[in-house]
């Protein structure tokens, strides 16, 4: 009889965060995958569980992924965790899921810690509808998808952001969403917990020049705004700081006019 795989989420900050259940199911399963061997042992030192922990990452994920398979199989029951919070998250973890569901191997998610929902409700947004992102692809065109996309979300947006990247993919947003607000949640559960609220510009000027630790952004979700001239919007987009090409693009794909024609008018501007 094959064994099961629990998804067991750790804490994001403060080691107390972490439910009776998970602290049970790392003491019995046979097997404990993580994302950082190094940050779990230091939490199974922590409530003094010692078992066997293997390595499994984005990088490793294809062949670690077959011989946790094969341990399942085998009968073993295998725990997975990841950094913190909930393992399957903008993380590897998922891969792993899909390949047991595949095999028909049990899969059991446990509830516990996540960045997401604790940033939300402390944000003071919408909590009744909202959308998850993940982290911002890095490849131009779709960056510049994704970030339409968020400019014209209603929902509460949720994206994850590394501390070396926040403040340009801030600058990014700007011209997007303009007037809407915007909370940075970081280091969450942690000594140095804080979050920073106000217009991107408000929060830019409040972060300062060495950012550390874990960050959640929120964006409020857009609203219905009564339809803009094409010349005030594609002036709005640049003086946002903009790129003339990127708001010429952006003014037509907002109002659903040919490039062309908004082309015409920049040009018309500039004479």
Same mark, same amino acid.
């Given at each position: 009889m094959s064994g099961s795989l629990y998804l067991c989420p750790t804490p994001i900050g403060n080691l107390e965060d972490i439910t009776l259940r998970v602290l049970r199911i790392? +003491?019995?399963?046979?097997?404990i995958a993580a994302e950082d061997?190094?940050?779990?042992?230091? *939490?199974?030192?922590? &409530?003094?569980?010692?078992?066997? $922990?293997?390595?499994?990452h984005e990088h490793n994920k294809a062949?670690?992924? +077959?011989?946790?398979?094969?341990? *399942? +199989?085998?009968?073993?029951? $295998?725990?997975?965790?990841?950094?913190?919070?909930?393992?399957?998250?903008s993380d590897p973890g998922e891969d792993l899921v899909k390949l047991c569901l595949?095999?028909?191997i049990n899969v059991v998610s446990l509830p516990?810690?996540?960045a997401i929902t604790t940033a939300l409700v402390g944000s003071g947004f919408d909590t009744k509808k909202f959308v998850f992102l993940g982290f911002l692809p890095t490849k131009k065109s779709e960056r510049e998808s994704a970030l339409d996309e968020i400019g014209r979300e209603?929902?509460?947006?949720?994206? &994850?952001?590394?501390?070396?990247?926040?403040?340009?993919?801030?600058?990014?947003?700007?011209?997007?969403?303009?007037?809407r607000k915007v909370v940075i949640a970081r280091e969450l559960t942690k000594v140095h917990e804080e979050y920073i609220r106000g217009t991107a510009d408000e929060v830019l000027s409040k972060l300062g020049d060495d950012v550390k630790g874990e960050i959640v952004v929120l964006i409020e979700g857009g609203r219905d705004e009564v339809a803009m001239e094409p010349e005030e919007l594609l002036r709005k987009y640049i003086e946002?700081?903009?790129?003339? +090409?990127?708001?010429? =693009? *952006?003014?037509?794909?907002?109002? =659903?006019?040919?490039k062309s024609e908004i082309y015409k008018l920049a040009l018309k501007d500039e004479s």
């Open positions: 790392l +003491k019995e399963v046979d097997i061997t190094r940050q779990t042992l230091k *939490l199974l030192n922590h &409530y003094d569980i010692k078992k066997t $922990v293997v390595s499994y062949s670690s992924g +077959k011989k946790l398979l094969i341990d *399942l +199989k085998a009968g073993k029951n $295998v725990a997975l965790v990841t950094d913190a919070g909930t393992p399957g998250i595949e095999e028909k516990g810690a996540t209603k929902r509460t947006v949720i994206i &994850y952001e590394a501390p070396h990247r926040i403040v340009r993919t801030l600058e990014e947003l700007k011209p997007y969403i303009e007037g946002c700081g903009m790129d003339k +090409k990127e708001a010429i =693009k *952006l003014t037509a794909k907002q109002l =659903k006019i040919p």
